[in-house]
Each structure stands twice: as structure tokens, then as C-alpha cells.
DNA sequence: CCCGGCCTTACGTTTACCTTAATTTTAAGG
DNA sequence: CCTTAAAATTAAGGTAAACGTAAGGCCGGG
């Protein structure tokens, strides 16, 4: 399974004992992968061969600071950083954030606290539609509407209400629109017991969802199915 | 257009002047709805019937604490929620973001600061899709396009999908494309087992894809033969 | 020329998935 | 607490896509 302690961190300061203090914390916290830079150069260069996930950057570092090696990385990506200083003047927190860090932590800090800082950014990028789909989120698939709040499918036939098990399927399967999901996954955001004896149950359902939003369930536009991979919901056609 | 300052906010503090600080700062800022509660009991009500999309709680509260009101909403919804406190032990921060805060800001804060934080929470968890620049991950071969999340193949000719084998050989080729992957490797990583009888399987399958992502399958461009070696995955034609 | 490595095609088999229906569980109302 | 309907879960038979197998052909190197 995956979780956000897959993602990849990369962290940048200068000395040496909070590279490893820094490693010490995050491998106790879950994270498997650390990579480290102790320059701006190194730091750009493992940023774009390794491309993670996340980083942390020192404010002072020797051959530049962290202000402008964060706004150069910004360019390239919007994953989650968050700067790590020494510095608690106001004006360099709100520059940092300005430059859309995402958190601005002061030497000296808590173990505990940036971890928890850490993984509730995590959270958020990675997993982000949990955090709640905005107000009138619809799924327009063709002539059929999915309104998830209400849990109603509008077809031209009429109306008809999802069912628990059915809503649970295609919000999974909304989130990874376009992209393969496996049966095992979307068991687990169906079902609370990851242990679940029939995986037909899980067809079954599919089948009384397609009678539901698709024209004809056997013939699925929208609900599709993987051969030895799993589910995939067609992209929107927009028209 | 949508943006986050669409958002609906809910202000939680039993202090009158903060409450019309805060709402000062956020509609300076540009948030147009602002609700706000004194106690537990109307954050609770206000909660349950606005749905708002992130809340500000205080810590102290006349009939309670923030941090019980915090989790009891935690368990409803999964909106951006930030604590404002007075109380700066470490213990308190530990135990706020411990309980899913977003974050946890200390009185007396800078205006500017609470705006930067909350936008930037707000901008992770309503605009996530930008969030994850890693864009689509494809493969480009000349007028072959591979995209491995969905397992689509698109030619000139239409859409194909990779079926799992075939996906699974090609993402290895991709892993080392440009690189020699010996006919074993190619095995191991395409089937579970490590025994296999016939590496003449591999060579149908190798066939299999050829016929998805070359315009001549006989005539191979991109997937290539090297004799007594493997296969080869010939590097992107940028073009 | 011959041999080994690779290609190609056809065909039989497997397995993942579909479908229907019966059974069990859950929820709602009296 | 019982009744009833809706939903979820089993179960079993059917089907076709995906896979494996094998046999014959090609082609380059020795």
C-alpha cells in the first residue's frame, strides 16, 4: 500500500550534525528515503535528477541562501517545502512563506513538532481529495451527472440514488480519473475490514453500478475495466 | 473563475476584538465569507449546518477546549483547521497538530503571517491537482504516446491498451531506456515467478507490443533487438 | 553451408471477469 | 420485538481476453 512515507525528501543545510539529526528523525518518523545536499549547487542538482517529493532547506547556506534557491525550485515545481532557520525575525518568515513556503520552522525546533508539520503537509498534497470534495463537485460522463453530495445520478431515463458501496466505488474511482485502480484498492476504500473473502463482491457491485450510470451496462463507456489490472473511469469528454 | 477565496471560513475565539481583527485581516485579504462563533456549542451548530471550507479555533473557550472541539470535528470533516493560542508551550503545539491541525499560530501574530499560512493550506488542499506537477507521466516515441497511469497507448492510428504483461515489459524498458535490458531481467520483472520454461514467451510478448507502439512491427524504431543481449528502448526523438 | 538466436503465427489453455440468482445481513417502521 | 424491504454478500456457470506453447521460418555470423 502506498502512504506518504513513500515520498521521497530531500534536505538541505550546512551543518553536518542536523543532516543527520534531520536523518535520524525522518527514518524514526517512516520516511525511507532522505537524500541530503549541504550546498544550493548539490541541492539544485539533486532536485532535478531525483525529483522529490518534498524538501526542507536551511535559510543560510554557503554559496547562496535558502530564499532564492527556493524561489528558483518553485519555478520548476510545487512540491511541498518548508524552510528550517536559525533566523525568527518576522520579516524573514513572511518572506519565506511569501515565496510559498509551506511552513517556516525555527531552529531550535521540536523533533516531534516538524514531523507532525511534515506529515500534515504530506497529507495534504498526497491525499488531497479526501480532504473533501468543494462544494458542488459534480462527474459529468457524457449525459450522466454524479452529483456526490447528494449521491444522485441524473441519466436521461430519470434519476436513481447510489447506494453506500457504490458511492464509496466511484469516488475512488473519480479521484484517480483517467488512471488504473487496482480491485485491492478499491476494496480498501469501500470496506473498513481490509480482509474481504470474495473479490466478486466487489464485480458485483461494479455491475449495479454500470447499470447506473452507464447507457448499456455491458457494454461500459465510462466505467472501464483493466484486464489484470483493475477499474478505470474514462476521462471527462468535454463537449 | 473559482479560487480559494471562495472559501467559506469559520472564526472560533470568545474574544470580541479578535473576532473583528480576524475578520478584518480575512476580508482585507480577500475572503468574502466569514463566520464566526464565541463558544463550542455555536462552532459546533455553525459547523454542522454552513459546512465551511477551513476554521480559525481558539484554544480557550468559555465552555470548553479547542482541542476536544478540534477533534470532534476532525471526525465530521477533513477542511483545513488551524489553531490560534495564546499558549505557546511546546506541549500544547504537539497536542494541537498532534490532533490534525493544519497549523498552529501563537497571539500575538502577524496578520500577514495567518493570511500566508491559511492561503497556503487552502491552496494545497483546494488546488491539489496543480500541486503534483509530475504531470502525466508519458512516454513519447515519436508519434507514439505511452501514458502508463491509464495504460493507454495513442498512435496516429487510435487508442490501445496495454494489457498487464505488456505494461509491466515496457515500463522496465522505459526505466532504462536507452540501456540494454537482458531478456532475464525483462522476466523477472513481468512475472513473479523466476522459473519460467520458454523464454520464447518473453519473444511473443516483445511481438505484442511491438504491434501497440511501433508503426511497423516488423520493422521495430523504438523497440529494438540487440543480438546475444536483450532489448533496447530507443531514446526519446524530442522533436 | 550450417547453426544459433530471434521472429512470427496459429492454436489450445487459463484465468480474470461477467452475469444471474439465491441467501444473508442491515435498516426502518410498526 | 417482529415484519418487511433494501442492500450486501455468496455462489456458480459462462465467456472472452490474455497468456503460454509449439512449430516452422528467417537471417546473420562463423
Given at each position: 500500500m502506498k502512504t506518504i512515507f513513500d515520498a521521497k525528501l530531500l534536505v538541505v543545510d550546512d551543518e553536518p550534525e542536523i543532516i543527520i539529526l534531520l536523518n535520524t528523525i525522518l527514518h524514526q518518523a517512516g520516511f525511507a528515503r532522505v537524500l541530503s545536499a549541504e550546498n544550493c549547487q548539490q541541492a539544485r542538482a539533486l532536485f532535478a535528477l531525483e525529483k522529490p517529493d518534498g524538501a526542507i532547506l536551511d535559510?543560510?547556506?554557503?554559496?547562496?541562501?535558502g530564499f532564492s534557491l527556493m524561489q528558483e525550485l518553485r519555478q520548476q515545481s510545487n512540491v511541498p517545502m518548508l524552510f528550517l532557520s536559525a533566523r525568527d525575525e518576522d520579516e524573514n518568515r513572511l518572506l519565506g512563506l511569501g515565496l510559498g513556503a509551506d511552513d517556516y520552522i525555527t531552529k531550535p525546533f521540536l523533533p516531534r513538532e516538524l514531523v507532525l508539520r511534515l506529515n500534515g503537509i504530506l497529507r495534504r498534497v498526497y491525499q488531497p481529495r479526501q480532504a473533501q470534495p468543494t462544494a458542488e463537485e459534480c462527474l459529468v460522463l457524457g449525459t450522466v451527472t454524479v452529483n456526490f453530495k447528494s449521491g444522485i445520478v441524473k441519466t436521461d431515463a430519470g434519476e436513481k440514488n447510489l447506494t453506500a458501496k457504490e458511492h464509496a466505488l466511484l469516488k475512488k474511482l473519480w479521484e484517480n480519473q483517467g488512471h488504473i485502480v487496482t480491485a485491492d484498492s478499491l476494496c480498501r476504500s469501500a470496506w473498513?475490514?481490509?480482509?474481504?473473502?470474495?473479490e466478486n463482491t466487489l464485480m458485483v457491485h461494479i455491475r449495479r453500478l454500470r447499470e447506473k450510470i452507464e447507457v448499456d451496462p455491458s457494454q461500459p463507456?465510462?466505467?472501464l475495466t483493466v484486464r489484470g489490472m483493475g477499474y478505470k473511469l474514462a476521462k471527462e469528454t468535454k463537449q
Open positions: 535559510v543560510t547556506l554557503p554559496d547562496g541562501d473498513d475490514d481490509d480482509l474481504y473473502g470474495y463507456q465510462y466505467l
